[in-house]
Every structure is written in C-alpha cells, then in structure tokens.
C-alpha cells in the first residue's frame, strides 16, 4: 500500500495551526501570536542525543527571552514520559527544563509540520526546527537527522539575523554576528544601480555593498 504524500510547510507559509496537551497544559499556536517561537521536535525522551538538546536549549533560554522569543518541545511520546524526563534531567544535572513540550501522541502536529521521514523513522520525529515569526509566518526550517545533535548558538544567530533585517530592511552575509556590517539591498533598476557607488557604503561592486547599522 502507497503512503500518502504529505503536504510540507514551506518559509513563507503561515505555520499551521494547532492546539497540543504540553507539560504546560493545553496550548494553541495561536497563544504565541505576537511573540517568536521556536517549534522543536526531537526523536524520543530518554534518550542520549536529545537530552544534550534539551538542555543546551534550557541554557539559552534567557537569551531567547530578551529577543522576545518562545520555545516549544514536541515528540510523540506521552505527557508521562515528558514530565518524567524533565524531572530526571534537573535531578541529573540541575538543569531545569522551563518551556513546554507537546504530548503529540496522535501525531497531528508533527503530521502538520512534516516531522516525520520515513527514511529516518517511520514512527519518531526527525530533528525539526520551524522559526515562526510573530505574525506566525514560518521564516527557517531546519531538518537534522537522528544521529546529529543542534547547534543552539546557530540558532540564536539566526533569531538575530532575522529580527535585525526586519527591524532595518537589510540583509545580512554568511556567517554575520550582531554588530558586524549588513548587507544593504541589491539596486533594483540601472539608476540605482549608478548611484549606489556614490553613497558612501563598501562596496565590492553595485550589487554587493555593505553598511554599519
């Protein structure tokens, strides 16, 4: 019997809505709205990989806070099993995990979300990370396979990226950290293009120039 093709989110998508069982009770996307989330899924409590996860995203947390930014855990495991592994890793290591994680036992949102592959596993999440900006459009997706842990500081980076080049209509370049040189917007028309050169950026030529914010 053939599966059938699930429809993928896409960035520039509207995330898809939900409302989940969490640790934290009941939530919807929708009491997100306004605010950044971070959507996360990972394989199975109790298990090595994802517990380094967790806590790696536990530690940046208050960073996540001052950008205005929630996270949000998501597996198919049972709201037991959440709450027990949360409790083991603070008793473990002293980290306590402080955000939700979905109970999505029906897989409804990680069907939504496309978090399953079925080349990795047909019954867990693959590593999945949707950033959903406040008016809860998808802006980065972000897949890893089972054996790959995150980089937490990568994504704290992207928060960054994201929220700097809404704020100033800007673009930033490949491995940009706040405070370095932005990317100002390729000229769109040959007037723009001839006047470019003159405003005073660093410039490598009219379609790549750059400015200090």
Same mark, same amino acid.
């Not at 939530?27 to 950044?36: A, N, P, Q, V």
């Not at 949707?130 to 790959?148: A, E, G, W």
């Given at each position: 019997?053939? #599966?059938?093709?699930?429809?993928?989110?896409?960035?520039?998508?509207?995330?898809?809505?939900?409302?989940?069982?969490?640790?934290?009770? !009941?939530?919807?996307?929708?009491?997100?709205?306004?605010?950044?989330?971070?959507?996360?899924?990972?394989?199975?409590?109790?298990?090595?990989?994802?517990?380094?996860?967790?806590?790696?995203?536990?530690?940046?947390?208050?960073?996540?806070? !001052?950008?205005?930014?929630?996270?949000?855990?998501?597996?198919?495991?049972?709201?037991?099993?959440?709450?027990a592994w949360a409790r083991n890793i603070e008793e473990k290591?002293?980290?306590?995990?402080?955000?939700?994680?979905?109970?999505?036992?029906?897989?409804?949102?990680?069907?939504?979300?496309?978090?399953?592959?079925?080349?990795?596993?047909?019954?867990?999440?693959?590593?999945? &990370?949707?950033?959903?900006?406040?008016?809860?459009?998808?802006?980065?997706?972000?897949?890893?396979?089972?054996?790959?842990?995150?980089?937490?500081?990568?994504?704290?980076?992207?928060?960054?990226?994201?929220?700097?080049?809404?704020?100033?209509? &800007?673009?930033?370049?490949?491995?940009?950290?706040?405070? #370095?040189?932005?990317?100002?917007?390729?000229?769109?028309?040959?007037?723009?293009?001839?006047?470019?050169? !003159?405003?005073?950026?660093?410039?490598?030529?009219?379609?790549?120039?750059?400015?200090?914010?």
């Amino acid at each position: 019997m053939e #599966e059938t093709a699930v429809s993928l989110p896409r960035i520039g998508d509207p995330a898809p809505p939900f409302e989940a069982t969490t640790t934290q009770g !009941k939530i919807r996307l929708e009491d997100f709205k306004g605010s950044w989330l971070i959507l996360f899924s990972h394989p199975g409590d109790f298990t090595p990989v994802c517990t380094t996860e967790f806590m790696a995203f536990a530690e940046i947390q208050p960073e996540l806070s !001052k950008r205005g930014v929630e996270l949000l855990g998501l597996s198919v495991d049972g709201l037991a099993s959440h709450i027990a592994w949360a409790r083991n890793i603070e008793e473990k290591t002293g980290i306590k995990i402080p955000f939700p994680i979905i109970a999505d036992l029906d897989r409804s949102v990680s069907t939504a979300y496309g978090m399953i592959h079925p080349g990795q596993s047909k019954t867990e999440t693959v590593r999945c &990370v949707f950033i959903i900006d406040p008016n809860q459009i998808i802006r980065v997706i972000l897949y890893y396979p089972l054996s790959l842990g995150r980089n937490t500081d990568e994504i704290l980076r992207i928060i960054d990226a994201l929220q700097t080049a809404d704020k100033y209509s &800007v673009a930033t370049p490949a491995n940009w950290r706040p405070g #370095e040189m932005v990317i100002v917007p390729a000229p769109t028309t040959q007037e723009e293009a001839e006047k470019r050169l !003159k405003q005073g950026y660093q410039c490598i030529d009219w379609y790549l120039c750059k400015k200090k914010l």
